[in-house]
T-cell receptor
Framework: DAKTTQPNSMESNEEEPVHLPCNHS???????IHWYRQLPSQGPEYVIH???SNVNNRMASLAIAEDRKSSTLILHRATLRDAAVYYC????????FGAGTRLTVKP | EAGVAQSPRYKIIEKRQSVAFWCNPI?????LYWYQQILGQGPKLLIQ????????DSQLPKDRFSAERLKGVDSTLKIQPAKLEDSAVYLC?????????????FGQGTRLTVV
């Protein structure tokens, strides 16, 4: 039980922004939200994490809803190399992954 | 900085045989995870270690799977005897601490095929 809900798949055009949603309605006040992605034939790699405030790093931005029951991973300009499965998890509970969202980027 | 090392990268065995996977986490990382990833699915957590103690092994099929982390550094995962449904990629990950404050780093995985 990953305790997060994500769409199975999404599509984006190259060089356009992508907003990947995640619902975590049972989140507690001290639970972090982490995002990982998995490129084909590779292990998952860390993307970003946050607790309450929105976060930015060189890979992406994380927007966390005020009630913290949902969050959105934002890729500002999708590239073909961003095609991957994206996972949203709550590692304070446990490091369990769901099925994630498979992102397809079209040229 | 060296990443999480796993070996072997690939393994093919017959059903009912035994197999072992090895993981060397990033130096200084207290938390180590083993996952099983079946094709088309997300990684399934098998066991989590904090130093050399088990934190969570609730999803480990203990009748055939075992794992140890001697001295709180590297770890081995064993399957004995293997079944066809054990065909999967076995991933190892490590983190400085458990919980949500720090990220986890994953190895490339070991692809197991049971025939």
């Amino acid at each position: 039980d990953a305790k997060t809900t994500q769409p199975n798949s999404m599509e984006s055009n190259e060089e356009e922004p992508v907003h990947l949603p995640c619902n975590h309605s049972t989140i507690s006040g001290t639970d972090y939200i982490h995002w990982y992605r998995q490129l084909p034939s590779q292990g998952p790699e860390y993307v970003i994490h946050g607790l309450t405030s929105n976060v930015n790093n060189r890979m992406a931005s994380l927007a966390i809803a005020e009630d913290r029951k949902s969050s959105t991973l934002i890729l500002h300009r999708a590239t073909l190399r961003d095609a991957a499965v994206y996972y949203c998890i709550r590692p304070n509970n446990d490091m369990r992954f769901g099925a994630g969202t498979r992102l397809t980027v079209k040229p | 900085e060296a990443g999480v090392a796993q070996s072997p990268r690939y393994k093919i065995i017959e059903k009912r045989q035994s197999v072992a996977f090895w993981c060397n986490p990033i130096s200084g990382h207290a938390t180590l995870y083993w996952y099983q990833q079946i094709l088309g699915q997300g990684p399934k957590l098998l066991i989590q270690f904090q130093n050399n103690g088990v934190v969570d092994d609730s999803q480990l099929p203990k009748d055939r799977f075992s794992a140890e982390r001697l001295k709180g550094v590297d770890s081995t995962l064993k399957i004995q005897p293997a079944k066809l449904e054990d065909s999967a990629v076995y991933l190892c990950a490590s983190s400085p601490l458990g919980g949500g404050g720090t990220e986890a780093f994953f190895g490339q995985g070991t692809r197991l095929t049971v025939v």
